[in-house]
């Protein structure tokens, strides 16, 4: 009896756990499906190498690199705001900061990656926008860059933390070197801590670009939707989730080439995170191996 | 004069005191061992010459440590400045992530020294006099990491080395190496003490009587016994010299 009950609940812990794996695979078999289907009308070269992306128009163009280098636009301003205050908070936490007030900080911080996107999007179209609008008279009402701007406020939580927390794991005894050899905190924290934990580091600022490639709220309220093939930040652009946002909420019909384009879109950005992922994986256990 | 000279030296850790009123002289260019069982306090009295102490919190110093005649824990001492002629050896090998090269060339260059000819010629020299040179020389290039334990305690000993201080504290240098490697860095000891004042904290009774000229026994935070190597190993004036020296406890 007590070898039944056993495994029954081992039969149910399966399932459970399948359930996340087959959800994943279920994704993945419909998006392949679609996109499939999708690249039955329209060759994959002009999709992957068009500069034009006008699906809903009359006249149809599948060129998905408007797209790519919105998101990529985007993200990059992230990145540039994201990485240099993530890693100044995290030095700052590591080798300055009084532990008490870092336990406070710390937690404070990562508030930000728990604001609503949605919020963060308002803030950016309401209060970025016009702020920098009185310094740049030509930027557009809807913009790459107050869209990135705020984007990397709300990223900085994942290089600062997951870096702060690639520092502390640096043996305490490479501090003690340091400082042993006269150097000040700032030549510690920078030519010694920082080259110690840099694989750590890198992982957090993969896991925040793919953080940015697929956010979607800030980018769909803020940046606009106008696929545009630009690096201008001042334009307004539109990213690979934005137009999947657009057309999913829009009224085009099931099965048309119009709504099997977002499950083409999707996977773009499905590769694009899974490459990231996979890098910042590999770096992971490249780092783990090297202090334990 | 006394090199390093220790007065009325008291720590605490928060409540616990650690350091009870040490009070000692170090000649220049002699080797002097703090021997003593574990938690005796010699580690923490070591680190008090090059101001390590006060990465800790809640660590408090009381009394004067003299370096030349001045006292390094008065408020007008520059403590980086301090430490850069104070080289330390840890017990653990601990080289940066960084080349052989940049291993031993980083003291220089956080002094702001770039020049490519001498930063060469003092990474070299550093090494030949940590005996380290012909084993490393055709791959200097090569990650610190990859070499073996005994080699990356020469490399730190080299690290600290080129900024050539004029006290060398080693904090039980050997204790994480194999017995050939120990041989070397006790035959380094000996070579160094021409131009260095070395102390060196060590468990190993025979390395203490080995390489020192002068060793301090302590106990329980306190300095019991300080005198020339050979008395304290063949005629200690104390019992509890004796008792720990011939092993009946510690």
């Known amino acids: 009896m007590q ?9 149910i812990l399966l399932i459970c756990s399948s359930i996340t794996v087959l959800t994943t695979i279920g994704i993945i078999i419909i998006l392949a499906i679609e996109t499939f289907q999708f690249f039955k009308d329209v060759s994959i070269v002009e999709f992957f190498t068009g500069t034009e992306w006008t699906p809903l128009f009359a006249n149809k163009k599948f060129g998905i690199l408007p797209l790519v280098s919105g998101t990529l636009l985007t993200t990059f301003i992230a990145i540039l705001v994201a990485l240099p205050l993530g890693l100044t908070i995290a030095v700052y936490l590591n080798e300055y900061a009084d532990k008490r007030f870092k336990a406070v900080i710390k937690p404070l911080l990562e508030v930000l990656a728990a604001i609503p996107t949605v919020v963060y999007g308002f803030f950016a179209l309401t209060f970025i926008t016009p702020i920098l609008q009185s310094f740049i008279p030509s930027l557009a009402g809807f913009n790459a860059l107050s869209a990135g701007l705020v984007m990397g406020i709300m990223i900085i939580p994942y290089v600062s933390s997951m870096s702060e927390d690639a520092l502390s794991a640096v043996p305490n005894s490479l501090r003690e070197a340091a400082y042993g050899m006269g150097s000040t905190r700032l030549q510690t924290a920078f030519k010694v801590m920082l080259p110690a934990a840099s694989s750590g580091v890198i992982v957090s600022v993969i896991l925040a670009i793919s953080r940015a490639i697929g956010e979607t709220m800030i980018v769909a309220v803020a940046a606009g939707q106008e696929p545009r093939l630009t690096f201008n930040p001042l334009n307004s652009i539109e990213t690979i989730t934005t137009y999947i946002v657009q057309v999913s909420m829009g009224d085009v019909p099931q099965n048309s080439i119009e709504f099997r384009s977002i499950f083409a879109a999707g996977i773009t950005l499905f590769g694009l995170t899974f490459i990231l992922n996979n890098i910042s994986f590999w770096m992971k256990r490249k780092f783990v191996q090297r202090y334990e | 004069m006394n090199k390093l ?65 001045r006292d390094i824990y008065k408020n007008r001492i520059n403590v980086v400045d301090h430490r850069k002629k104070i080289g330390m050896v840890f017990q653990k090998p601990n080289p940066f992530p960084k080349s052989i090269y940049e291993n ?43 070499l073996s334990g005994g080699q990356q305690q020469r490399l730190c000993i080299a690290r600290t ?69 050979s008395n304290i190993f063949t005629n200690p004036a104390k019992e509890a010299t004796q008792n720990y020296v011939t092993g009946r406890f510690g």
């Not at chain 2, 007065?7 to 650690?18: F, R, S, T």
């Not at chain 2, 070395?198 to 000229?213: F, G």
Request: aromatic share 6%.
């Open chain 2, 5 to 69: 000279e220790a007065k009325d030296v008291n720590l605490h850790y928060g409540e616990k005191h650690a350091l009870k009123g040490i009070s000692m002289g170090i000649k220049a260019n002699s080797v002097t061992a703090f021997i003593g069982p574990s938690g005796c306090g010699k580690s923490t009295f070591l680190r008090c010459f090059n101001r390590m102490n006060d990465l800790i919190d809640n660590c408090r110093v009381e009394g004067e440590i003299l370096i030349d005649g």
């Open chain 1, 3 to 11: 070898k039944v009950k056993e495994k029954i609940i081992e039969a």
């Open chain 2, 104 to 146: 031993v060339a980083y003291g220089l260059r956080i002094n702001g020294i770039s020049h490519k000819k001498y930063l060469d010629e003092t990474v070299e020299k550093s090494l030949r006099q940590a005996a380290l040179w012909d084993e490393v020389k055709d791959d200097l290039k090569k990650s610190a990491l990859a």
């Open chain 2, 161 to 229: 080395l080129a900024v050539e201080p004029s006290v060398i504290l080693m904090d039980e240098p050997a204790s994480a190496l194999d017995p050939i490697s120990t041989a070397k860095i006790e035959e380094l000891i000996h070579d160094l003490k021409d131009r260095y004042t070395i102390v060196i904290v060590t468990h190993n009774m025979q390395q203490a009587a080995r390489v020192s000229d002068n060793t301090a026994f302590f106990y329980l935070g306190e300095l019991i016994e300080y005198d020339e190597t």
